[in-house]
């Protein structure tokens, strides 16, 4: 059985920071190109950043670009994302998945081709 567990949201203020992590089980990690995707209030699901399964392709969605850093652990298969400078707008439910990929460098940032989703965690940051 595939799980994806999201852990490490919570409250925070502007400008804080915060760790995401995406524990994974029950699938080869290291041959699924891994996402974090997120939704508002109010809004459609959105891509946020994306990674290859060998790390080294990474997308960021433009408003995250400088702020939020995607990595991955395939020893531990677990992927993290470092969000950093949090802004108000950046509050929502965070997502992670997993899109089982032939190509090591392949990081897709349609979330329709990811196969496996977590339960999310919420984010949300005070102004």
């Known amino acids: 059985q595939v799980q994806l567990v999201e852990s490490g949201g919570g409250l925070v203020q502007t400008g804080g920071s915060l760790r995401l992590s995406c524990a994974t089980s029950g699938l080869r990690f290291s041959m699924y190109a891994m996402g974090w995707f997120r939704q508002a209030p109010g809004k459609e699901r959105e891509f946020v950043a994306v990674i290859s399964r060998n790390a080294a392709n990474t997308h960021y969605e433009d408003s995250v670009k400088g702020r939020f850093t995607i990595s991955r652990d395939n020893a531990k298969n677990t992927m993290y994302l470092q969000m950093n400078s949090l802004k108000p707008e950046d509050t929502a439910v965070y997502y992670c998945?997993?899109?089982?990929?032939?190509?090591?460098?392949?990081?897709?940032?349609?979330?329709?081709?990811?196969?496996?989703w977590g339960q999310g965690t919420q984010v949300t940051v005070s102004s």
């Open positions: 998945a997993a899109d089982f990929q032939g190509s090591p460098y392949i990081a897709p940032i349609v979330e329709s081709l990811y196969d496996y």
